[in-house]
């Protein structure tokens, strides 16, 4: 129910509408007409009834926002970014021209970066900004969706940047003879990259992988905690499953991380290989290689044997095709090949 007030004072008179209705927190705004607060009284009424009042955003800070946020959130650090830059800021002022704005910014800083071509600190790429206005978008969302503080996201509203097709590098059949024969005096190094090569995971799901995870009767490893959030399976062949096996014999019952630390590292969370990779990638005379590159080599060595797309995806674990439209180049033969049994098909070879 809403009650209007009439004040006179020496600069004028106007009207304090304040709106009170159970279920919802009290509302109140000041005219100077009367048939403005009348008309503001029904509006604000009749979107608290409908569910379309978003007072909360005037009350409500984006730090409020990202505490309640925090247990959901799956990239911490750029949340963290985000409460930097809004944190004591109403979410009513979270509007598209101001994320905007810092959009530009990320865009525009230098980062620790440095471009071996001009000696000069690189900028942020588009697709690095957009992966910062993705974890500000589903925050915001959460605002909408779950806790209603929101009528609408702003980041929906604003131009992402564009982003390139991204990189493809992947070893050639005599770089990766040339690679292995190199890792495989290491045999943490030679077991880490034989399994990225042959399951297309990230380094992460590869290092962190544990025993428990492993099915050798299936031959399946299953990846729980993946960056998309999604569990996913991912097969065991080969070489991979030869060796693990031999290493589930002699593990230690005590430990089920397939690379547990050294001694000395006792804190970290699986075995650090960036030396013996280094050292292997010099030894191999290999430039211009990065370990998950070791995953699109296997995408592209999946995407030259005919593999479609979609199962390029499944077994990497990408949500959407534009993820692996990068090695579309690659299947061209194969795309041929189909075109050729279609012809055959309706007799016009």
């Not at 990230?202 to 031959?219: A, H, K, P, W």
């Not at 990408?318 to 439209?325: E, G, K, P, S, W």
Request: include cysteine.
């Amino acid at each position: 129910m809403a009650s209007i007030e009439k004040r006179v004072t020496d600069s004028g008179t106007s009207y304090r509408v304040k709106v009170r209705l159970k279920g919802f927190p009290p509302e109140s705004a000041t005219f100077e007409r009367m048939t403005d607060a009348k008309a503001w009284a029904a509006k604000t009424e009749a979107d608290m009834k409908a569910g379309r009042h978003f007072g909360a955003s005037k009350r409500h800070t984006f730090s409020d926002l990202a505490n309640e946020y925090a247990p959901h959130a799956k990239d911490g650090e750029r949340l963290a970014y985000w409460r930097g830059v809004f944190g004591p800021d109403n979410l009513d002022a979270l509007t598209p021209s101001r994320i905007a704005k810092e959009r530009d910014k990320l865009l525009a800083e230098d980062t620790d970066r440095i471009d071996p071509a001009t000696g000069k600190p690189r900028k942020r790429s588009g697709a690095t900004v957009n992966r910062y206005l993705a974890a500000l978008s589903v925050c915001l969302s959460y605002a909408v969706k779950e806790l209603q503080w929101l009528e609408r996201n702003p980041v929906e509203r604003i131009k992402k940047p564009s982003e390139n097709k991204g990189r493809v590098r992947f070893l050639s059949d005599d770089e990766r003879t040339r690679l292995l024969a190199a890792c495989r005096p290491h045999a943490d190094l030679y077991l880490a990259v034989v399994l990225s090569l042959t399951t297309g995971a990230r380094q992460s799901e590869v290092m962190t992988l544990r025993f428990g995870q492993i099915d050798f009767s299936r031959r399946v490893i299953t990846l729980h905690d993946t960056k998309n959030g999604e569990r996913r399976a991912i097969p065991l062949v080969g070489e991979a499953f030869t060796l693990l096996q031999d290493r589930a014999k002699v593990r230690n019952l005590l430990d089920d991380r397939v690379f547990p630390p050294t001694a000395r590292a006792k804190r970290a969370e699986s075995r650090d290989l960036r030396q013996p990779w280094e050292e292997a990638l010099k030894a191999a005379g290999i430039t211009d290689f990065h370990w998950h590159d070791l995953r699109h080599t296997a995408a592209s060595y999946l995407a030259m044997s005919g593999v479609s797309l979609v199962e390029i995806a499944k077994v990497l674990g990408h949500r959407t095709l534009a993820m692996v439209a990068r090695y579309s180049h690659l299947s061209d033969g194969h795309i041929v090949a189909t075109g050729e049994k279609l012809a055959e098909r309706l007799g016009v070879q």
